[in-house]
């Protein structure tokens, strides 16, 4: 039917829809926008896919036409309807990213609105672009597959299915597209779909980089720099991110200048690394903003200059980046390179605490609890220690039974204060055992359980934590919880004495001057009367009770016994 109407059109001297799109290839492969305009108009009037695909092209780049997306997809959408793959493919692809009006636009501009009735920007529309991706990607379309694999990696708008992602993928990248091989290499790397398998990961890396895939190149630098998948060779990394940086990628510009900050694969120049890391921050890299203001701060090779420093965290906190966020503040706390800010320091602290950072939900809590920058607010200090400690955060635990012991911002709650001591110490938390150790002890609102609490004060003191050293060293001393042993006792002890701690040279009195079968009154007074000279009230109470020296004599060896046996 076609034919027939074909050669109709050729008797009466009209040229056929097949004649008009041909005619718009040649104009448009010598440039003559107007006339390929013209000609494939008339043929996708008359329904011709393939000119309406070839429309839709125009009007996206803006060839012989005022450039507007909203058109392009009106015409990419008449052929995609009729099974056209690559207009589906662009269609996807647009819905995908969505496209915003061109700059200095105004929306409200009357000639515009009569110029361009339906706009000028897509929106995002996550399920219209899977839909046409799966329609291009089952004709069999390269780009398709490849952005439908990367639709089911990265989870924007449908759940993250790894196995899935690698088969589409494999598929584009078994046919030569670079983007899936680059997709598969990351995934194949990352070991997303199960055990990471770096070598194979290469290989797909290779390929894309031989097709000029400036990423391919990055992550080849990173394999090298890393020795992941290929032996570690700094120089083969600088060469790729070189290349990958001279070709404008941030990334690749980043890693060149940390390279270049550490003297690997390159000399260490401070200058060439000042260079490549600017490069990259101008293009909005967040994290060279952070590497910049290191650089500044330390001034590696530099005359350290904290208010440049202070200008790169600035702009990298700005951008969202948390680490920068906690710095700058720290910056503020201090006034380091900034005016001394309390107010402003808990601002940026609380924007990286917002962002879900633990380490700044715990600090944001404890100075709500201080009231430092902040009206002092138990219930916001409360909240914050929450969330940190939902995360993991030991200390937030810690810090929420302190809250509950002491009643701030909650009834008091000894037993609830007890769970979350022992939650925290079960976390590794030092001052957690340590409190836990020390309230089981003393049996403040709980049941007193002095097994419980040698076991919690001895893994305090493991940790080097001198208070928990004095406890486990009294129950030693005096068999509480734990068989009486003067000899483990006076191990810990001493290690806490060494430490200047008053009440360890205290108990260590009591030790030799009662609890030691082997009393010796010398030693006993020495060691309270250095806890006395330290403020230690209980040693100087002690002392008073001690018995006096013995004098010395030719007989002091037998008086000092005698003494030590009275004691």
């Known amino acids: 039917m076609r034919k027939l109407i074909k050669a109709a059109g050729r008797l009466f001297g009209s040229a056929s829809p097949d004649d008009e799109h041909a005619r718009g290839l040649k104009a448009n492969d010598r440039g003559d926008y107007k006339t390929a305009l013209e000609a494939w108009l008339a043929a996708a009037r008359e329904g011709h896919a393939d000119a309406q695909y070839s429309l839709g092209r125009l009007y996206d780049q803006g060839k012989g036409v005022v450039r507007n997306i909203v058109d392009a997809v009106g015409w990419y959408r008449r052929a995609a309807d009729q099974g056209h793959g690559e207009a589906q493919a662009r269609l996807a692809e647009i819905y995908y990213y969505g496209c915003e009006q061109p700059k200095g636009v105004v929306p409200t501009d009357e000639a515009l609105s009569v110029l361009f009735p339906n706009g000028l920007k897509i929106e995002q529309d996550y399920p219209t672009a899977l839909r046409w991706a799966r329609a291009a990607a089952e004709q069999g379309v390269a780009g398709a597959q490849a952005l439908l694999g990367y639709m089911h990696a990265s989870g ?310 001198v208070g928990a050293m004095v406890n486990i060293g009294r129950f030693s001393m005096q068999g509480l919880g734990v068989e009486r042993d003067t000899a483990e006792a006076l191990r810990w002890l001493s290690a806490a004495a060494d430490q200047k701690e008053a009440a360890a040279m205290t108990a260590l009195g009591e030790l030799y001057g009662h609890w030691s079968d082997e009393k010796d009154i010398v030693r006993a007074r020495s060691w309270l009367e250095r806890a006395a000279a330290l403020g230690e009230p209980r040693a100087k109470s002690l002392l008073e009770r001690l018995p006096p020296p013995p004098p010395a004599s030719g007989q002091g060896g037998g008086q000092h016994r005698a003494a030590a046996g009275e004691g």
Request: aromatic residues 10%.
């Open 156 to 465: 924007f708008g449908i759940e993250p299915d790894y196995a899935e992602a690698e088969r589409w993928y494999r598929t584009a990248a078994e046919k030569g597209n670079a983007a899936a091989q680059l997709g598969l290499g990351t995934l194949l790397a990352g070991g997303y779909g199960g055990t990471p398998d770096p070598e194979a990961a290469h290989e797909w890396f290779h390929k894309a980089a031989e097709q000029n895939n400036v990423m391919a190149w990055y992550y080849l630098g990173t394999q090298y720099a890393s020795g992941l998948g290929v032996g570690q060779d700094h120089a083969e990394a600088v060469t790729w991110f070189r290349k990958a940086a001279e070709a404008g990628a941030a990334a690749a510009q980043r890693a060149l200048g940390l390279l270049y900050t550490r003297g690997l694969g390159v000399p260490n120049d401070p200058h060439m690394a000042e260079t490549w890391l600017r490069k990259a921050a101008i293009q909005g890299d967040a994290e060279a903003m952070v590497q910049l203001g290191h650089l500044n701060s330390r001034g590696a090779g530099f005359q350290p200059n904290l208010f440049d420093a202070a200008i790169w965290y600035r702009a990298a906190a700005e951008l969202g980046h948390r680490e920068a966020q906690k710095i700058l503040a720290q910056m503020y706390f201090a006034g380091s390179g900034v005016p001394r800010d309390e107010v402003e320091a808990v601002r940026w602290l609380e924007r990286a605490a917002g962002q879900g950072d633990p380490q700044a939900q715990l600090r944001i809590g404890a100075l709500y609890a201080e009231g430092r920058g902040v009206a002092r607010d138990y219930d916001r200090a409360l909240d914050w220690f929450r969330r940190a400690a939902e995360q993991g955060n030991s200390d937030a635990v810690y810090n929420i039974g302190m809250l509950h012991s002491l009643g701030l911002g909650v009834p008091r709650d000894p037993a609830g204060a007890l769970s979350w001591y022992q939650r925290a110490a079960e976390q590794g938390s030092v001052l957690a055992q340590f409190r836990l150790g020390a309230m089981l002890a003393s049996g403040d609102g709980v049941p007193q359980d002095y097994p419980g609490a040698a076991l919690w004060s001895r893994k305090a003191a493991e940790q080097g934590h």
